[in-house]
């Protein structure tokens, strides 16, 4: 086939998707193309990846310290939007931080890092892009529908992203498979810039649609829950061939760790006595932290994964806690990979890294002890909110717990802690599970909506948010 042939039915295939979308509840706000198109350059590609106009091998160093003109207007102004939307709805600033005190102190302290950064300029200027992150949450979750938002964000970026890096890699070689330069072995990046960002796509779009199986599950004989099964099932096959195609280990075992989890949330065990599961995520991650980190054990875990070696992590870490300055502080709000300090970490022999491969070491880099502590507290309760508040574990508490395991394994061996995909999965999640229990959502409304001539409420039809006076 052709390849811009192949393309073409992709996007085809894609917009009929969007347009008939069997899985939606309830029509969702226009609003929500915001949010899906800030996540689908994240997802993704920058706007000047994707218009090749980004700066070459020499000019990688200027561009992490100024940024690119072209993506910086297009964020800038999805920014813009944003918050434009969020004051025709009259959203209420002062509720949301007195209600999310943990998430608020931690971007206060990120900010203030700025004052003792080396470039100060350039750390404002990236705080204030990753405020984008959070202002297109709030854009999703103050919707006259929030929880369906969400899960209509979710599906629709896999709608776009998975097919889309299935064609590219099959067709379209130049753009998505990459060479190392050094040894020539080949790696598939699809529509993003990494096999590891491909990686990330795959582990959230993974989890949504697994999922939305298993939800939709005991009403498998409705005709139009069984479309929607199949659909899911078809996107669940296209995201894990994906990640065996690009070789994302962390990925792929955080991805079978996420619908274990998912499956157990939603097991008659649990549903019973859900502290078993509340409590056995953190025994298992503090236990695999301490052998993976105290006992030396990485390479155990690697093979564990498929992998003979963590792909010299160890190496990148040791040099990265080399040229650490300041351990209470950091060194300021994505300040650590910029001026001289990346110039002599490439000069290590590493190659052109830009970060530690490991999140909680790469929020100790740029914001010391200090900043890793806050974002620690900001964890612990998105994890309370999720096992204490929502009782016993509700369809859209299994997400938010499959998607809280997930990025804290991931983690461990790659960066989040910052502005990206994943981090704006986590976050979304997080906010989400609180959202649902402010609402007090019923677990019969989410998963047992039955259709009838007389159109009953959508299970994610839960009011406006508290924050709001109006939709």
Known sequence: MPPFLALTLCFILVAGLFWY??????????????????????????????????????????????????????????????IVILVSRTFRWGDFFARNRALTVFLLFALASVLWSDFPFPAFKKWFRDLGDYTIVLVVLSDRHPLEAVSTLLRRLGYLL?????VLIKYFPDIARNYDPWTGAQSFSGATTSKNM???????????FFWDIVVKWPDRKNTRQKRIILVNAVMTYLTWWLLIICDSATSRVCLIIACMVILAAHSKVVQHRPAILAGAIPVIFLTYMLLFFGFGLNDTFAGVAGRTSLSGRPEIWRIVLSQQANPLVGAGYESYWLGPRLQRIWASGEGHINEAHNGFLELYLNLGYLGLLLM?????????????????????????????????????????????????????AALAVSRAEREKVSETAVLHRVQSPARLPSPFAVGPLPYNRRN
């Open 21 to 82: 979308d069997a899985a939606q509840e309830v029509r969702v706000s226009g609003a929500l193309w915001v949010p899906l198109t800030w996540m689908f350059f994240m997802g993704s590609r920058g706007p000047s990846q994707w218009l090749g106009t980004t700066p070459g091998e020499g000019g990688v160093a200027q561009a992490l310290e100024e940024g690119d003109p072209l993506n910086r207007a297009i964020y800038f102004s999805l920014l813009f939007l944003s």
């Open 162 to 166: 998975i097919p889309l890096s299935v």
């Open 198 to 208: 491909l990686g990330i796509v795959c582990l959230v779009c993974g989890i949504y």
């Open 376 to 428: 620690l507290i900001f964890v612990a309760v998105v994890y309370r909110n999720i096992c204490k508040k929502v009782k016993p574990f509700s369809s859209i508490a299994s997400l938010t717990l499959a998607i809280w395991t997930a990025f804290v394994f991931h983690n461990s061996t790659e960066a989040d802690f910052r502005s990206g995909f994943m981090w704006i999965a986590f976050v979304l």
